[in-house]
């Protein structure tokens, strides 16, 4: 079975910018996590989506936003970006929701100049 | 096993010694821990979990101890690799009710010298 993959691996952003990251899940797997990683805060959870509905959300301004297709796809959206954004954004997946057996994608490296 | 800012804990052990992590966690409610593996240019790897109604469970070369009185968590790691050479988190989840949002530690550093 294919891992989660994450795309692009790599971005560099401008302040103001906006940024959409995208996940796919491991094939049958109908939950999808998103996590930002900074050496500072370390791992924090952003939001979780299972059948395209967003079940839970962690401590992140609006500007932070997400959503989940009908193939489990998901993508996570960043507008107005600002340095304190640069991060690794991960993405993890589960079979279900409310699982903490989740299996996380490489990230995402995005830079904020 | 919590670290502020750019410096992780770290923790140098000798090929075939044991390694001993540990994490104090936030919030006395948590019911459910989980200890991750992050190697370098990787996701974290899940390595095992644990509900606050047990104070030790056992996987392969791994064992996780919980001591709630003190909120403290630990991983054990038999027999240690050069493999295992790896950032180790530990989670919490402490939403409450059938709720789902995991707190991570900031990691600790785990180095094997052959």
């Known amino acids: 079975k294919a891992g989660v993959t994450q795309t692009p691996r790599y971005l560099i952003k401008t302040r103001g910018q906006q940024v959409t990251l995208s996940c796919s899940p491991i094939?049958?797997?109908?939950?999808v996590s998103w996590y930002q990683q900074t050496p500072g805060q370390g791992l924090q959870f952003l939001f979780e989506?299972?059948?395209?509905?967003?079940?839970n959300k962690g401590n992140f301004p609006g500007r932070f936003s997400g959503r989940q297709f009908s193939n489990s796809r998901s993508e996570m959206n960043v507008s107005t970006l600002e340095l304190g954004d640069s991060a690794l954004y991960l993405c993890?997946?589960?079979?279900?929701?409310?699982?903490?057996?989740?299996?996380f994608g490489p990230g995402t490296r995005l830079t904020v100049t | 096993g919590e670290s502020v800012g750019l410096h992780l804990p770290t923790l140098s052990v000798q090929e075939g010694d044991n390694s001993i992590i540990n994490c104090a966690y936030s919030?006395?409610?948590?019911?459910?821990f989980i200890w991750y593996k992050q190697e370098s240019g990787k996701g974290p790897q899940f390595i095992i979990d644990i509900r606050s109604n047990m104070d030790k469970r056992q996987g392969q070369r791994v064992t996780v101890l919980l001591n709630k009185t003190v909120k403290h968590l630990s991983l054990q790691i038999a027999a240690t690799q050069p493999g295992d050479s790896a950032v180790y988190f530990c989670?919490?989840?402490?939403?409450?009710?059938?709720?789902?949002?995991?707190?991570f530690g900031k990691g600790t550093l785990l180095t094997v010298n052959p």
């Open positions: 919030n006395s409610a948590s019911d459910y």
């Open positions: 989506y299972f059948s395209e509905t967003q079940r």
């Open positions: 989670a919490e989840n402490n939403s409450g009710g059938s709720n789902y949002k995991l707190t």
């Open positions: 993890a997946s589960s079979f279900v929701t409310h699982t903490y057996e989740q299996y």
């Open positions: 094939s049958g797997h109908r939950s």
